[in-house]
């Protein structure tokens, strides 16, 4: 079978927070501007993705998998997973302040949404001066003291604010409080879930004029309470060789910088790769085809492939297995 690099149609979506960095630095077409994430690889219901190349054209994730499951996913990957897609893939454009959330872990996503968890890093692409991550508490605290601090309208005393810079790496864990600030642009590699518990929104209202759901009370039993200085990704920056970022239970990530073709054989990896392009412009190529992305595009190599070659005068790469 002819299981080529595979590119999707991005899923562009609407959001208060939204801005136009997506359309400036990354190339999408933007209908307004407010659009705040595209979705690059996802098999989430209602917003699968849709092939953008090759003889699959028009054909959805979820469709491909059913016909070749062990060949597109991997068959460990599919023994785990069965035919859902487990990784979701995003470019986050955050104009103003995200609000303040976190993520059910896996077991109560399961109980409560029969749903995965959601566990996720981030990539800072381009930032503004002074730009700001929320990520996890400044201080050990109580679950009566968190509780206490939502009814004084006080949580933000307790958070833990990081400065950031492109290139910079965050892993955030489920039940761990975070905010995307304003003016910062990120690649995002997360389980595949939209299970997000809003704690605090800055008292802001959506176009209708409404106060945005809060899920005060989920959050309660989801959230990790402790300091836990654990999201800060320190990573290589060698030339043409993959540097290891993050291997965690629901995805490996690695950076590549290349000035050079790259050849890897992949025979025994029993997994798909997802290549994210955060700089520059490469071709991808395995047994079956290649595709050339640039900055802000992504594409899947299925899991039958036995070599990718990668082929670039300048670029970089954020590359994603199971």
Request: one cysteine or more.
């Amino acid at each position: 079978m002819n299981l080529y690099p595979l590119k999707f149609y991005p899923i562009l979506k609407e959001r208060l927070w939204g801005g136009t960095k997506l359309g400036t630095l990354l190339g999408k077409e933007l209908e307004n501007d407010l659009i705040g994430e595209s979705w690059e690889l996802s098999g989430v219901t209602g917003d699968v993705s849709i092939v953008a190349n090759g003889s699959f054209v028009g054909t959805t994730l979820t469709d491909l998998i059913d016909q070749f499951p062990e060949e597109i996913l991997g068959k460990s990957v599919f023994e785990r997973f069965g035919k859902e897609f487990p990784i979701l893939i995003k470019f986050i454009d955050a104009q103003k302040d995200l609000s303040i959330q976190l993520h059910p872990n896996d077991d109560l996503a399961r109980k409560r949404h029969n749903s995965f968890g959601k566990t996720e890093m981030w990539y800072i692409m381009d930032a503004d001066n002074d730009a700001e991550l929320i990520i996890g508490f400044k201080d050990d605290i109580t679950r009566e003291t968190y509780v206490e601090s939502l009814k004084n309208d006080t949580l933000t005393d307790l958070l833990n604010y990081e400065n950031v810079s492109e290139g910079d790496a965050y892993f955030i864990s489920a039940g761990k409080i975070h905010a995307i600030g304003a003016g910062i642009l990120i690649a995002e590699i997360q389980q595949t879930s939209d299970q997000t518990y809003r704690v605090y929104d800055y008292n802001r209202k959506d176009a209708q004029g409404n106060l945005r759901e809060l899920h005060t009370e989920l959050s309660v039993d989801a959230i990790s309470y402790d300091k836990q200085d654990d999201f800060k990704v320190s990573y290589g920056q060698g030339t043409n060789v993959s540097n290891p970022m993050v291997n965690c239970p629901y995805f490996k990530t690695n950076f590549i910088s290349l000035n050079k073709n790259m050849q890897f054989d992949v025979s025994d990896q029993d997994s798909f790769t997802i290549y994210m392009c955060i700089d520059g412009e490469v071709l991808i190529e395995n047994d079956f085809g290649s595709i050339s992305i640039r900055k802000g595009e992504t594409v899947l190599v299925p899991a039958i492939t036995n070599h990718i070659l990668l082929n670039a005068k300048q670029a970089k790469l954020l590359e994603i297995t199971i």
